[in-house]
Each structure stands twice: as C-alpha cells, then as structure tokens.
C-alpha cells in the first residue's frame, strides 16, 4: 500500500530518534580496555627524578674483534625506557619481551607491583594475589606505562613482539590495540613450550604459550620462516593449467638414459600425455642441444629461466615426465604454531641450557635460545631490545643469529637487579657465552666473541623533569655524558676531564663540554680539531647553543648540539 508524505515523514523522524538513540549509547558504552590506574612507587613527587645511564666500568666485556657491542642496563625498565627515548626514539628493529605473566602465585615467578599509596595493607615489593580485585588494573597500569615508551623506540618497520598466557593473554591483545592500533597486529603465534606440563588443573594441561606481534606502522614486509628443504621432486605441470610451451636450453636436463636421441612426439603417461617439438640429443644423462616441450605447465618461458639460474634442478624420467627440485628455496612465512617442526625447542630444554652453563638451576621458566633465535629471523634487523632481559637469553639469541648467518645485530638489554639476578645470571650468562666456559659436564666450550657496555640507571637533581629548576639542569649536564654516548654509539670513552668528556667509535666522535664554567673550552675545541672524525658535539648552554658556533666554523666534521634542554624535553613529554 502506497504510504502518504505525512506517514514518510513520521518514519523519518522516528529513524532519527532512533539513530540519535544509537549515538548515545555508542558514546556512553565505548568498546575498549578500561581499568583503575595504579600508580608506582616512584611515581610519587619525592622519587620521580630525572634519569640518567652510569657505565659500570669493572663488568665491560672488550674484545677486539670486530663485533658488535652491546648494551646490558641494570634498572627499573621504566627508568631505562625513558633513557632510551632520549637515546633510541625511532631507532630499535626489534622488540621482545616476555614480562610477568600475572599468575597471582608468590613463587619467584610472581608479579611484583611496587605501590605506595593505593594499598597499604600490600607493603611495597609484595606481589599481587590472584584473587585481589585490582588484580588485572595493577598488571595493565604496569605494563601500559611501559609499552606507550617503548612504541616510540621502535623504527618505522619495527615490530614488537611479546610472549604472555592465558592469565592476561586477552587483556594484553587490547592493550596492545590501543597503544599500536589494532591495524598494525601483525599475528598471535602459539608456541609449544612443554612436552610434560604440571597436573595443576582438572580441567586442561597448558603446552601452550602465545607470542602476539605488533607493528609500528603497518607494512607489507614479508616475515621469514624456514627455508622448505624437499626430498623429493615437485610436478612442473598442473591438469588444470593451460597448454604451454617451454624451451630448455643444452645442459639443463637430466635424463634417465645416459646417451642416445629421443625422437619428437607424445611421450609421458595417458593421462599427463608430455610432447616432445623436437629431436632430443643425450650425453651422459644431459640434453646437449635446445629442446622444446609443449603441456600444461605451472611456469612460463621467464619463470623457468629465472629457476634454472636459481639452480633448480629438471629431472625427466624414462617416460619423459618432467619434475624439478628447487636448490635454493626462499624462506617461507611462519606459520603460527611454533614447535620442533621450526626447530624451537621447549623451556625444559632451556631450563637444560642454563643448568648446563652454570651446574645449577638459577632461573625459573627461562626460554630457549631456539626460540628467540625463530623470532628474530622473522625480519631484518639492526637492533633488537628486550627490556625484561631475565635470564638474558636474547642476547644469547641475538650472538649465535649473528654468528650462524653473519649479521651484525646488536642488542639493547634492561633487567632489575632484583636478587641479583642482572648481575649474576643476565650479565655472568653473557659473559660466559662471549669470553668461554667450561660447562657443568666438563666440557671446554668456545666463546662467541663480541663485546658489552653494562649501565646503571641512576638519577640526579631533586625535581622531576617537568620542575626542573637551574641546579637540576646542571647536574644533568655533568651528569649526561654516557647518555650521550650511547645515543650516538660512541661507547668508548677516551677523554675524561674537569670539564669535558670525548667518547669514540672507529668511524665517529662525541664530545661534551658539560660544564656552565668555559675556561677549558678553547682547549675543547683544539682536541675536537685534533681528532678529525665526524663529530657530534654537545655543549652546555641556557639558550640554543648559537654562541658556540663561531668557534667551530673552521671544523667542516662537527655538529654542534647542546645540553640539558633537549633531554629535559623528551623526559618531559613522557612526563605528561
């Protein structure tokens, strides 16, 4: 029945209700993670400082060998974290982690939250139960603070990747939507972590951890698995293709007869019928002339001639059916289950690993090196991070990756010190597997090599960064110098004076007159002259450093850079 204007116009005017209904009820039940901030220790007004690196000399690993040096910094991840987004912003490959997993236990595995204002019956240090109603807001508070600074430390082309379980594998996947933007999930990757996992339920034996892989912007990069290796021989045709013809060129067959000539015709079975064009000349099991085949074949005339370049094989049987045999296989995207098949093993072998190393157990749960090394082939890097180092087993990963393939990663670690374990399980693991060791079988194992630069997170001043007052300022600048450093990797301190510092690399230079009082800056310039190589160079001023330039107009290898402000900008955007 036809409908009148005023009955259209009523129905208009209740879809408008009922969108503007529908608004309302988007605005006021917003989809998303939502949780209790909880603030940490140092979040208070009396511990937030201002940050900075301290290199513990007497623990650097020096080997001349043309390796890669690495960075080991013993602190809160926060503090290390904002020290690196002065240092590292938009720089790091790739991330992984594999944080406290929040199993509400109170074993060493526990999740420690250090909070001293929100719930004092929990003194600081003690770990959160399972069923506490905060639970969940203490482990996201945690680790939102933690990953919105690592984002901005990644490169363009970075991913993160981070191990969990089931006890916040929901909560950490929106998390991560919200700080990466669900656009940029690249996967979830399941790995089987135990072939014998403890009876701790009725319900389900856990094998499985998961891996859930972020991307800093979405890219169409393509991630490397393992390479196939085939026993066997592929089929060159397929029944459904279309009929074409392919020419194979002297030398590029292998045939079952050893010498002899095939005359053109239809040869193969009846029903994958293969037609010879012309006469085929064999010597020694090879076709010494030009011959063409016509049937339904998966490559054209370029594919096969980049293949036979490739070396792959061509094989023909006695029938003349054709197969090859790829000799160089690209790698292929990884699936996502991650186990034996990958050659990754489970944390009972790792668990192996560090008993074999130290004839004793000294962390729980560690992953295997098989593991870290899978994941880190994914893509190519530079430089990877892993702010909750552990065992430190992604250095170990990142040396024998680099030993196997040739590459010149180079890794970023930041573990607490926590019962000792930086110093005497992160750090001591990575000495051995550099310097040598003799195992707990007795056995003499050769080092990797490489080298590592270890630093303390300390702090200076009596402010935060956002109150910085000039006393603050300048003991940032006196105190900034291996900040600097790594920020240009220039590790290696080769002048230590009143007033100044100089750090160099083989090809670069830093050098920093950190000091309000220039007496000595005439004598600065003359070794910036003296060195030669390109020079960043960093000079205390209260405005934007142009007062310095005219004195290093001369100097075509220097850029001038000043301190503390640009630090105090970046610790303050994180403030915020």
Avoid at 149 to 167: E, H, P
Avoid at 306 to 334: D, G, R, W
Avoid at 357 to 368: H, S
Wanted: hydrophobic share 30%.
């Amino acid at each position: 029945m036809q409908q009148t204007t005023e009955e259209l116009q009523l129905r208009i005017r209740e879809l408008e209700k009922e969108i503007t209904r529908l608004h309302k009820a988007v605005k006021e039940q917003r989809y998303g993670l939502h949780w209790l901030d909880v603030p940490e220790a140092f979040e208070t007004e009396s511990e937030n400082k201002i940050p900075i690196l301290e290199e513990v000399k007497d623990k650097n690993i020096v080997n001349d060998d043309g390796k890669p040096t690495h960075i080991l910094i013993e602190g809160d991840n926060y503090h290390a974290l904002t020290c690196l987004n002065y240092t590292h912003k938009g720089k790091i490959d790739v991330i992984y982690i594999d944080p406290p997993y929040n199993t509400g236990s109170t074993g060493k595995d526990s999740f420690i939250y250090k909070d001293k204002r929100v719930l004092n019956e929990y003194p600081d240090g003690t770990s959160v139960p399972k069923d506490h109603p905060l639970r969940h807001s203490y482990w996201l508070s945690f680790m939102n603070k933690r990953l919105e600074l690592a984002k901005d430390l990644l490169s363009d082309t970075g991913v993160i990747l981070i191990s969990i379980d089931d006890n916040e594998v929901a909560q950490l996947k929106l998390l991560c939507n919200k700080i990466f933007d669900e656009n940029n999930f690249v996967g979830q990757w399941n790995w089987f972590k135990s072939a014998t996992p403890p009876n701790l339920s009725h319900k389900i034996k856990k094998n499985i951890e998961y891996i859930l892989g972020y991307e800093k912007k979405k890219n169409n990069s393509v991630y490397q698995g393992l390479k196939k290796d085939s026993k066997s021989d592929d089929p060159i045709t397929k029944p459904q293709n279309s009929i074409k013809t392919l020419i194979f060129p002297p030398n590029s067959i292998n045939l079952k007869i050893r010498d002899g000539v095939i005359r053109k015709g239809i040869y193969g079975t009846e029903k994958f019928p293969n037609t010879l064009l012309n006469d085929l000349i064999v010597e020694n099991n090879r076709n010494i002339n030009e011959v063409s085949f016509e049937n339904k074949f998966i490559w054209l005339q370029e594919k096969l001639n980049a293949e036979l370049k490739n070396n792959t094989i061509i094989n023909c049987s006695k029938s003349l059916v054709l197969s090859y045999k790829k000799q160089n296989y690209s790698p292929e995207v990884p699936p996502n289950l991650i186990n034996e098949n990958v050659g990754v093993s489970t944390t009972e072998e790792a668990g192996k690993e560090l008993t074999l190393l130290f004839g004793d157990k000294v962390f729980d749960f560690p992953k295997p090196v098989s593991l870290i090394e899978y994941l880190l082939k994914f893509k190519q890097s530079s430089t990877v991070l892993d702010f909750f180092a552990g065992s430190g087993t992604t250095l170990h990963a990142t040396m024998k990756l680099n030993e196997e393939d040739g590459g010149n990663r180079q890794c970023l670690l930041v573990q607490m010190n926590e019962n000792g374990i930086c110093q005497n399980v992160t750090y001591e693991r990575n000495r051995m597997i550099m310097q040598g060791y003799t195992n707990s079988k007795g056995e003499k194992v050769e080092g990797l090599g490489n080298s590592l630069k270890y630093y303390r997170t300390s702090f200076v001043g009596k402010n935060n960064p956002t109150h910085a007052n000039d006393t603050d300022k300048v003991e940032l600048s006196h105190k900034a110098g291996y900040l600097l450093a790594l920020s240009e990797n220039t590790l290696n301190e080769t002048i230590t004076g009143k007033y100044y510092q100089v750090f160099e690399n083989e090809h670069s230079a830093t050098a920093i007159y950190f000091h309000e009082d220039l007496s000595e800056i005439e004598q600065f310039v003359a070794s910036v002259a003296k060195n030669g190589k390109q020079t960043a160079v960093y000079i205390f001023s209260w405005s934007n450093g142009e007062e310095f330039l005219p004195m290093f107009d001369h100097l075509s290898h220097v850029a001038i850079k000043t301190i503390p402000q640009p630090i105090l900008e970046i610790y303050r955007s994180i403030n915020k």
